[in-house]
């Protein structure tokens, strides 16, 4: 059975989902749908919710006044994220898995 996005989105807690603003240039702001994946320490990692999903770290030094966004394009990235976020199953066993599947739904819709 099949789990469409807006049925999920539902059930997800407001604090894993969020809408990112980038500004592409002075004029133009573009707004992303995204839910958290990952969380360490000061970073989060976030999924876009667009057609083509792209990876987004949010990063908040506590010495920085504004926190640093990038996509990454590095999966490599992702996988080093996930890791110290413990989601590899090795650090917390069936979160970790749980996070894994709900990544696998996120990148084969």
Same mark, same amino acid.
């Given at each position: 059975m099949s789990l469409d996005l807006a049925s999920f989105l539902h059930h997800t807690p407001e604090n894993e989902?969020?809408?990112v603003f980038i500004?592409? +240039?002075e004029d133009e702001i573009a707004s992303y749908d995204a839910l958290l994946v990952?969380?360490?320490r000061f970073r989060k990692l976030f999924i876009t919710l667009e057609p083509k999903r792209r990876y987004l770290t949010h990063t908040h030094q506590p010495d920085e006044e504004?926190?640093?966004? +990038?996509?990454l394009t590095d999966y490599e990235e992702v996988e080093a994220l996930l890791e110290d976020a413990g989601l590899d199953?090795?650090? +917390?066993g069936e979160q970790g898995i749980l996070y894994h599947n709900l990544l696998f739904l996120l990148m084969n819709p």
């Open positions: 989902k969020t809408t500004h592409v +240039d990952a969380q360490t504004e926190p640093e966004i +990038d996509f199953g090795i650090h +917390d």
